[in-house]
Nanobody, 126 residues
Framework: QVQLVESGGGKVQPGGSLRLSCATS????????VGWFRQAPGKEREILSCISINDYSEHYVDSVKGRFTMSRDDTNKIVHLQLNNLGPEDTAVYYC???????????????????WGQGTQVTVSS
């Protein structure tokens, strides 16, 4: 059974940092692309980042490029998302997700993600 469990969310002041983790189980971790997403109140869920298992290239959307850093720990089957220089616009529930099937897509931002964790809340407020 595919499982993804996020942790590390919380409340932080503007300009602060958080490190999110996503522990995975139930599948061969280094065969699948895993991405980070978020959903802010009243908005659609958006992809933020992924690391392609094709060549381990990192991919980020423009809104978080330079502030967020994703990493993969294949030994422990965990992905992390380091969030720096947070602003109120980053307030959202953050999710990790696994692609539906093995794609080997280098452009992992375009993968079909269908397995989701429960999410972890990030609140940026003074």
């Amino acid at each position: 059974q595919v499982q993804l469990v996020e942790s590390g969310g919380g409340k932080v002041q503007p300009g602060g940092s958080l490190r999110l983790s996503c522990a995975t189980s139930g599948f061969t971790f280094d065969w699948y692309n895993v991405g980070w997403f978020r959903q802010a109140p009243g908005k659609e869920r958006e992809i933020l980042s992924c690391i392609s298992i094709n060549d381990y290239s990192e991919h980020y959307v423009d809104s978080v490029k330079g502030r967020f850093t994703m990493s993969r720990d294949d030994t422990n089957k965990i992905v992390h998302l380091q969030l720096n220089n947070l602003g109120p616009e980053d307030t959202a529930v953050y999710y990790c997700a696994r692609e539906h099937a093995i794609s080997m897509l280098r452009e992992c931002l375009s993968a079909d993600y269908t397995y989701w964790g429960q999410g972890t809340q990030v609140t940026v407020s003074s």
